[in-house]
Nanobody, 126 residues
Framework: QVQLVESGGGLVQAGGSLRLSCAAS????????MGWFRQAPGKEREFVAA????????YYADSVKGRFTISREHAKNTVYLQMNSLKPEDTAVYYC???????????????????WGQGTQVTVSS
């Protein structure tokens, strides 16, 4: 089975930066589309960013566009979310997700993903 493990969360002040990592199992990682979602207290899970199998197409929620960058390193089976200019409203549990057939579209939808990580907490203080 596919396993995803997030890391890199923590507590930062507003305006600071964090880089989240998601390590995926197996050599099939290179064919996966990958996404990041987040869920704040009392709110629904929302799309943050996604990247297709090749890394050539990236997608971002309007709320993070220009501040967050998704990338991947196939050789390390890892996808990253670089988060800059963090705001208190970015506070949430961040989840990594994998689409195993390598979709290029519909990656803003949670139903497009087959596997999920355990989540990592990001807290941004004001």
């Amino acid at each position: 089975q596919v396993q995803l493990v997030e890391s890199g969360g923590g507590l930062v002040q507003a305006g600071g930066s964090l880089r989240l990592s998601c390590a995926a199992s197996g050599r099939t990682f290179s064919s996966f589309a990958m996404g990041w979602f987040r869920q704040a207290p009392g709110k629904e899970r929302e799309f943050v960013a996604a990247i297709n199998w090749s890394g050539g197409s990236k997608y971002y929620a309007d709320s993070v566009k220009g501040r967050f960058t998704i990338s991947r390193e196939h050789a390390k089976n890892t996808v990253y979310l670089q988060m800059n200019s963090l705001k208190p409203e970015d506070t949430a549990v961040y989840y990594c997700a994998a689409n195993v057939w390598g979709a290029s579209y519909g990656l803003d939808l949670a139903v497009s993903y087959d596997y999920w990580g355990q989540g990592t907490q990001v807290t941004v203080s004001s």
